[in-house]
């Protein structure tokens, strides 16, 4: 083994310079065999024998660098490479004839010209093969498997992952899973092909370890009813990378992903309408502050889909939006677009900055996603989440009207619904200044709305990396609270609910998304446990795999989470968004109070902080809900 992965560690070119090393023996190699052949006695070179001896490699070698056989990965010979092969030795048995009937040697007898290529070719095909099986670390007649797959899907994905699966020998390929009569039954390479009712037997019998989704084309909810089929299996499921990876043999069962949190979520994903996330950014120059952050990024990659004009990537992370930035060039390029990419360094809660950047480029719509979003955090830092949160908001709400924005929409969240923390109720007081602006929008021309939706999957400090993180340490996974609920929604999907809503407001409106029925965490947790193929340990199961602990509500963590605060939401132009009509304060009262939140926030004031929080925001309160 350590010298199997010395060879891997060579330098390319040293590998390149092996290779041709080789080939050059196995053309001399050829030659003796096709002589011996023809003599039938083993062959010594006499005289101008020598010369036919030379020509193999000489002639041979540039045309194999010609048809770029030096270039291919041995690792993952397919069928193409051996076909390129053929092509190169046929065009080198044709040159070679017309070589040696040229100089017309005596020494060289016609037969010789067939026999030798055909050997040629068997030796090169033969020593690709075999270079394929070593470097992949499997010796032929044993293999060493870590795991014993199902492939969920016998179509054109699943027999090219089988492919690909083939490579490396790491998991053991028993069987595919198809719904189609047809393919029932039958075999796939070798491989046979199982219904999907029979799959617990499947795995029963064959030892099964692992199920690899590779149905694509499904939909969401025919993938969730599958896995919740598999969740009572000890099986670890994972689902397929992209084809684009598979096919270019660069992909491993390494490679192979863990299910995507829509898989997590149990619930078909709100689809988007094309018109409205259209409408309101094709031409048009769209700023989106808190740019790097989880939904400022995934808003950016779908506003540049509608083809804007010019997009600003406003952040205060310098990494994060340079990291973004690349992304999004590298995304223009490959589309040959012209959308002008801005990356402007810059925080929400300095207004000089902002007018100036609202005054130089005029965006016509803002995305405002800049906020400090975990309850924990804000709650030790509460001056700086209510600068940020509060002021940050205001700063660039005044600055976008300032610049005669069309358009304002806040990302505002379902813990600013009866608030028990800092972070929620600085969150609704950023609502109420939204919504006291736009009381005044017809004389300023710009249209304020506000978003707000439950929990997001798969963003940073969201719970379902957390999980992840601690499964891959052996566990616990810790939870809060048995009994602790919420909305969830996924990255793509809230990113679209805010440029839809952006679309749909004339001014103030607070828009939600139905989300269905509220999960628990516990039930998260479990979910992902199950489909590792481990079992949850606790009183019941002793001998489980990961344990579940509770560590009890944080500070201002609430056990259920709102996303209304009345009880009269309308529907919108969107079946899955609703607009809520909730009360606000007029802007020369709420002035007042924001002056004396400035203050408080300014003096480190907590009690202060409280005390005005209170008196705007309306179910504002801090008493522990749960032990």
């Not at 017309?104 to 068997?122: A, R, S």
């Not at 898989?263 to 048009?284: H, I, K």
């Not at 929400?348 to 007018?355: I, K, P, Q, S, W």
Request: net charge neutral.
């Amino acid at each position: 083994m350590h010298r199997f992965k010395q060879v891997l560690d060579w330098p390319r070119p040293v590998k390149r310079l092996v290779v041709i090393a080789v080939d050059a023996v196995l053309a001399l190699l050829a030659t003796w065999g096709a002589y011996s052949l023809r003599y039938e006695t083993l062959h010594w070179p006499q005289s101008g024998e020598w010369w036919v001896y030379l020509l193999g490699p000489l002639l041979a070698l540039p045309i194999f660098v010609r048809f770029g056989l030096y270039r291919a990965i041995f690792r993952y010979t397919g069928l193409d490479v051996l076909f390129a092969t053929g092509q190169a030795i046929a065009l080198y048995a044709l040159l070679r004839i017309v070589i040696l009937y040229w100089q017309k040697w005596p020494v060289f007898p016609l037969t010789l010209g067939v026999l030798q290529p055909i050997i040629f070719f068997m030796l090169v095909a033969g020593s690709r093969v075999l270079a394929r099986y070593w470097l992949a670390g499997i010796s032929l007649g044993r293999q060493h498997h870590q795991g014993r797959m199902l492939i969920f899907g016998a179509g054109a994905a699943g027999v090219q992952t089988s492919l690909a699966m083939a490579v490396t020998g790491h998991l053991k390929l028993l069987g595919f899973v198809d719904e189609d009569p047809v393919k029932i039954g039958q075999t796939i390479n070798g491989v046979p092909v199982f219904s999907a009712v029979d799959v617990p037997a499947v795995v029963k019998d064959l030892g099964i370890t692992d199920i690899l989704l590779a149905i694509p084309s499904a939909s969401r909810d025919r993938r969730n009813k599958i896995i919740q089929g598999l969740r009572a299996l000890p099986v670890h499921t994972r689902t397929l990378p992209g084809l684009v990876d598979l096919t270019s043999g660069r992909v491993t069962v390494k490679d192979f992903r863990e299910l995507d949190v829509e898989d997590l979520l149990g619930r078909a994903a709100v689809t988007p309408q094309a018109d409205l996330l259209a409408c309101s950014l094709f031409n048009q120059t769209i700023l989106v502050s808190g740019a790097a952050g989880s939904i400022g990024s995934e808003l950016c990659r779908q506003i540049l889909q509608e083809r804007p004009r010019r997009l600003l990537l406003l952040d205060h992370n310098e990494f994060g939006l340079y990291t973004l930035h690349r992304e999004l060039q590298a995304w223009c390029e490959a589309q040959a677009s012209d959308i002008e990419l801005v990356p402007l360094l810059a925080s929400v809660a300095n207004r000089r900055r902002l007018d100036w950047i609202c005054a130089t480029y005029q965006p016509d719509t803002v995305y405002h996603a800049a906020a400090y979003k975990h309850v924990p955090m804000v709650e030790c830092n509460p001056s700086e989440g209510v600068f940020n949160n509060v002021f940050g908001t205001l700063n660039m709400a005044q600055a976008a009207r300032a610049a005669r924005a069309a358009s304002f929409v806040l990302v505002s969240t379902d813990k600013a619904v009866r608030p028990t923390n800092l972070m929620g109720a600085s969150k609704r007081m950023a609502e109420l200044v939204l919504q006291a602006l736009a009381s005044q929008s017809e004389a300023h021309g710009t249209c304020f709305s506000m978003v707000r939706f439950g929990n997001v999957l798969g963003s940073s400090g969201s719970v379902v990396p957390m999980f992840r993180e601690q499964l891959a340490h052996g566990g616990p996974l810790t939870i809060t609270h048995p009994e602790v609920t919420r909305y969830f929604m996924t990255i793509p999907e809230a990113a679209q609910l805010v440029l839809q809503a952006g679309a749909m407001a004339t001014g103030g409106e607070v828009f939600v998304l139905e989300m269905g029925e509220p999960v628990r965490i516990l039930d998260l947790a479990r979910r992902l446990v199950d489909l590792s193929g481990l079992k949850v340990r606790d009183a019941q199961h002793a001998d489980g795999d990961i344990e579940l602990a509770f560590i009890g509500l944080r500070p201002g963590e609430k056990l259920y989470e709102e996303l209304l605060i009345g009880d009269n939401p309308s529907a919108t132009a969107h079946p899955r968004i609703m607009k809520a009509h909730e009360d606000f304060m007029a802007w020369t009262e709420l002035a007042e109070q924001l002056d004396q939140l400035q203050q408080a926030a300014a003096a480190e004031n907590v009690a202060a902080i409280r005390l005005v929080l209170r008196a705007c925001v309306h179910g504002f309160h801090e008493e522990a809900v749960a032990d």
